[in-house]
């Protein structure tokens, strides 16, 4: 049987460049050879595209970019693939047919759409969620509003552009002390890795707080402070997904801040979660519902707070490209319900093609 190409696609323009390289090497070594043939192709810091067996490891040590090849994905749906430079003259590009594509990248360009709506042109399959479904789980906002509008279980919040704050800063922050009170959340809607984001305890700390949220968007969230645990449930499918087992994080830090997820190794993950079995239950099948609130597709890593005193859950966010490091807690839920990493990585590229083919048979104009 002829092996379908793959392009695992990482590193990019967003904070999470070096989690997306680290992901990229797990799965690219998980990948069934049998079956597949890897392309590697590497974004640089600065959104350049790059292939070529030494690409991640350059990326990976911050080496000489120079003369790597670079590469340049097609949008022509009958000749599905890439342009390389031929190395050595940057004049000739050859051909490079491709079946599937795995994006491996997080946060902006990688996770919002953006890269998905290229994919879509280029008319090949692709792991993960779509345009709509990418664009709306990063910002904060939408994703909650799609949240609300299924009924699902989201804390007090409210949310302000740049404009809006410049004009009445004064009476937001009193909207803000009613409606979300102290302490609270201040954060730029669409961003990841806790980026911009700061814990209000006092009247005084919000100002800085929201100026630091409008350093990364023009669009700022400010959360109540939600009780419980940090609990993350795995979610893997298409239209009929299933949810794993829970797992909970216990940060390092007085929230699971930047150097808490990515710097200090103090910062634990626990998996399975020691929940209740009802509120586990609860908690997975929440996080269907969210998946299917902003219309994931693939995979999707659902966070929530849990608090088995009251029994509350409120749902927190949606991932829909998790951190997949061999020791990430999207591919740890599965490897403790029963999915080991390469069957992990095998499913998701099946899913794909399920996708593709469903939205090919799809009319796209009416009939003659
Ligand atoms: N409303 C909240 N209540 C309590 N903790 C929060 C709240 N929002 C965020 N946090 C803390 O901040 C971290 C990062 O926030 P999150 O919304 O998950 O942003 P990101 O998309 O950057 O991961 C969370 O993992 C949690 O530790
Ligand atoms: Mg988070």
């Not at 003259?89 to 599937?100: K, V, Y």
């Not at 902006?108 to 969620?129: A, H, I, K, N, R």
């Not at 800085?208 to 400010?222: C, G, N, R, S, T």
Request: hydrophobic share 40%; net charge negative.
């Amino acid at each position: 049987m002829k092996r379908k190409k793959v392009a695992v696609i990482f590193g990019g323009r967003s904070g999470e460049h070096v989690v997306s390289l680290k992901s990229a090497q797990a799965i690219m070594e998980n990948i069934d050879r049998e079956r597949y043939q890897v392309i590697p192709v590497g974004i640089s810091r600065e959104g350049i595209w790059l292939t070529g067996e030494r690409v991640w490891s350059l990326l990976r040590e911050q080496g000489d970019l120079r003369g790597v090849p670079r590469a340049v994905m097609l949008t022509d749906p009958r000749r599905p693939g890439l342009l390389v430079e031929r190395e050595g003259s940057s004049a000739a590009w050859d051909f490079q047919p491709l079946d599937l594509i795995f994006p491996v990248l997080h946060g902006p360009f990688g996770e919002d759409g953006t890269v998905q709506g290229l994919f879509e042109l280029s008319g090949l399959p692709y792991v993960g969620s779509g345009v709509l479904s990418s664009a709306a789980a990063m910002d904060k906002v939408v994703m909650k509003i799609l949240f609300q509008q299924d009924d699902l279980p989201v804390g007090p919040y409210l949310y302000f552009d740049r404009r809006q704050w410049q004009e009445r800063p004064d009476r937001l922050a009193e909207r803000i002390f009613s409606e979300a009170g102290l302490p609270c959340f201040v954060k730029p809607a669409n961003l990841g890795s806790s980026i911009g984001i700061s814990k209000v305890k006092r009247a005084g700390e919000l100002e800085p707080a929201v100026e630091e949220a409008l350093h990364y968007d023009d669009k700022v969230i400010v959360e109540a402070a939600l009780p419980g645990k940090e609990i993350e449930c795995a979610v893997l499918g298409n239209l009929d997904p299933q949810s794993s087992r829970t797992g909970e994080i216990i940060a390092c830090n007085e929230f699971y801040d930047y150097r808490a997820k990515y710097l200090d190794e103090r910062s634990e993950l626990i998996y399975p979660a020691e929940l209740p079995s009802v509120l586990e239950k609860r908690v997975q099948e929440l996080a269907r519902r969210a998946f299917a609130a902003v219309e994931a597709s693939g995979l999707a890593r659902v966070d929530f707070f849990v608090d088995p005193e009251s029994g509350t859950i409120f749902v927190n966010e949606i991932n829909t490209m998790p951190g997949f490091t061999s020791i990430s807690m999207y591919p740890k839920l599965w490897e403790v319900s029963g999915i080991g990493y390469r069957e992990l990585v095998g499913r998701l590229l099946e899913l794909a093609e399920e996708r593709f083919a469903r939205q090919s048979a799809r009319l796209t104009a009416p009939p003659e």
